[in-house]
């Protein structure tokens, strides 16, 4: 009997890119604990991001991401919703999706750099 190993088919739309970073998210429903979240990004996309965090969210939750501009020194906000979130040894591991918006300026920064380069 032969056995194949299947690799799992890629869902993304997007590649990732790992980038490990702290994060600040900002949870849009206040009224279930915290509303300033600390979360580490581990990969970035066009699309989306996937962090870790110390407690669990749900999907379809709203979160305002601040990340770093390193180019200016500043921060950038991003809105973003939960797509999945599970327990993990470290945490919790999210997968986030940014809103049409934010991925809109993701592609018009990409698209700025490639022609500045």
Known sequence: MTRFNSIPLERRRHPR???EMRL????LDPD???VVEQLYMNDISKSG????AGRSFYPG???VLSLPTPSTGGQRSLYATVVRCRQTDQGYRVGMEFDNAAAAAC????????VAA
């Open 49 to 52: 991001i996937g962090a870790t």
């Open 107 to 114: 592609r018009e920064a990409d698209e700025r750099a490639m």
């Open 24 to 27: 600040r998210g900002i949870r």
């Open 32 to 34: 279930c604990g915290e």
């Open 61 to 63: 939750q709203r979160i």
């Open 17 to 19: 890119t790992k980038l």
